[in-house]
């Protein structure tokens, strides 16, 4: 199960999503989440997806993957769907006892749970696509405007780089503990709420363990490297903007464009 | 006790990209009181086999049995396994979560249902076994002990719920040679006091000419060789073809054999090879 958390994960290729520069897939992906809230309707959901599902056919990434961490999250989507399906008020379509759906709940229920579906997809295609150094190279460069006023762009883009290189570390040491505990006789599966949420201490407690300790060799080491963070520090690949860059913009603008206008086609 | 162990094949991740083969058509029996040990190089599948014996991983195909009952059909009751079969994991110190030592050992007992007392008796009896001071220790928290002691609390966590078959995936790993020497003789007493079938993975072969009765290597989710450490390690040849090698005190006599004609050893340990030495010294002077 745990292996099936897909997001921050990378897929290796050379699609023309994956040689675009990571602060176009940043920037497009944001104007995506964005978009996604501005669409109101069927259809423009119905073009956002279509958008999707292109640029995934392109990025070559196989749609089982992009499901598969999809499973992980599906709880929440099913529990968004069902608290906006139970608790909008409007013209009622179904009743029983306390339970109510009207026809405004289940449109925003189906509309909710369409949008954090495409968020997720969304959001994974980047991640997929876009190695985790390049991403944070490109969200650094992002931020770098900002450090003019105090912000410490290079020390944020450090601590995520650090916290997706350990995303795999972590799971797989999660997964040692999780057995060596199932070794010893620890049951994950049954019992209420409470007993389960109880039976997490012999796994997180090793966790936390181990992720001091980690943070520990991690810093050791990089001190001794010499490490100093941000200020004239020179990087092995320079990242830059591109023709692939330019015509990924104005596709962004169209779409953008597009979208904006969805908003207007009356059913 | 036995364990019987027929056609197991795994594959992780299959149909996805970086799907492998980590076992492949793997076959054997271990008798009981057998101390059984394991070599073979990082990724050769040793780590994966041990998980199949006590039910934490599903075999692709194949079946296990032990004690004549086939633990990978699904119909078994996993706890039942666990209770037969103790797993411990490469450094186990890390698993350790609770407040006391005590408490922390009385896990695996605790999880198999058994009452408070019963608990005690076992508890008592696994920090002794693994030479703790019982009435020192039970109330220190186990993160203020040493590296020798944490792992030998760990180990007691899997001994106090009384296996039948005990299983140690490099339990030396990362110890000082005292440690190393204290944890070995500590293994070697559990398996003579507990009459049990000791099986453990090892990257030391002197170690593994010393303990074991039979050894198993382990290449590329294949076994490649097994029998007696003796029958084992006269195929010096095939096993650092393989990346691994003999017993230093082996490599000594067969750099001795290449310079000495006449001499002759099939010495595993330091002793046996000095035994073989003296007995060529006096043989030539003589």
Redesign the interface.
Known sequence: MIRDITLGQY?PGDSWVHRLDARTKIIATLLYLIELFIVNNFYGFLIAAVVLFAVIAISKVPL??IFRGLTAVFLIIAFTFLLNLFMVDGRVLWHWKFLTITYEGLSRAFFMAVRLVLIIIGSSIMTLTTKPIELTDGLEKLLSPFSKIGLPSHEIALMMTIALRFIPTLMEETD??I?????????FESGNLFQRAKSL??I???LF??SFRIAQDLALAMEARCYHGGPGRTRMNEIRFERGDAVAAVLMVLFLAVIIASRFISL | MSISVKNLNYIYNPG??GETVALSDVSFDVADGTVLGIIGHTGSGKSTLL?HL?G?IRPTSGEVYIDGECITDGKVK??DI??KV????QY?E????EETVRKDVA??PK??GLDEEEQEVRVKKAIDLVGLDYEEIKDLSP?ELSGGMKRRVAIA??IA?DPKILILDEPTAGLDPSAHRDILAMVRRIHDEMGIILIFVSHNMADIAEMSDRVMVMSEGKIALEGTPAEVFSQGDKLSAMGLSVPPAREIAELIKSKAPGFVSDALSADEAARDIKHYMEETRG
């Open positions: 897929y089982k993957f040692k503990i057995k060596a505990q199932q070794a010893r006789g620890a049951d201490i012999p997180l407690v090793p363990v181990s | 996805m990209p998980q006590n934490l996993m706890t666990r209770r103790g797993l411990v994991f186990p890390y698993q350790l979560f896990f695996g999880n198999l993160f966590g899997v719920m």
